[in-house]
């Protein structure tokens, strides 16, 4: 996981897992930007309203939560090193929208 990117973890582990578990888009059914700040950000649409689910870079000005953090940040909590709720508690992990889909976003960044 050192090597990986949030290029790379958007692009390659959450649209694998979501090509692999169709029913977690159904399970959500919305839409999520991630703002991913600092070195290797970028921003990326993860669309579970589509199904299988689908990842694109941009934002496709839709979402009903948006979430923002540092690149590094975001790897420590997908990596497991941050808990999501500690960084949101701590300003590191801002989320804006639906708090609702924000609680459904372990079963997708996870």
């Not at 050192?2 to 958007?10: E, H, I, L, M, V």
């Not at 496709?60 to 709720?85: P, R, Y």
């Amino acid at each position: 996981m050192a090597d990986q990117t949030p290029k790379s973890y958007f692009e390659e582990k959450i649209a694998k897992k979501l090509k692999d578990k169709p029913e977690l888009s159904k399970a959500v059914n919305s839409t999520y930007e991630f703002n991913i700040t600092g070195d290797n950000g970028g921003v990326w649409t993860v669309d579970l309203i589509k199904e299988p689910g689908e990842v694109s870079v941009g934002s496709q000005g839709a979402a009903k939560c948006v979430v923002t953090c540092t690149s590094a940040d975001f790897m420590n909590i997908v990596g497991g090193k941050m808990n999501a709720q500690m960084a949101f508690m701590s300003g590191k992990l801002k989320i804006k929208g639906d708090m609702g889909l924000a609680m459904k976003l372990q079963k997708i960044i996870g």
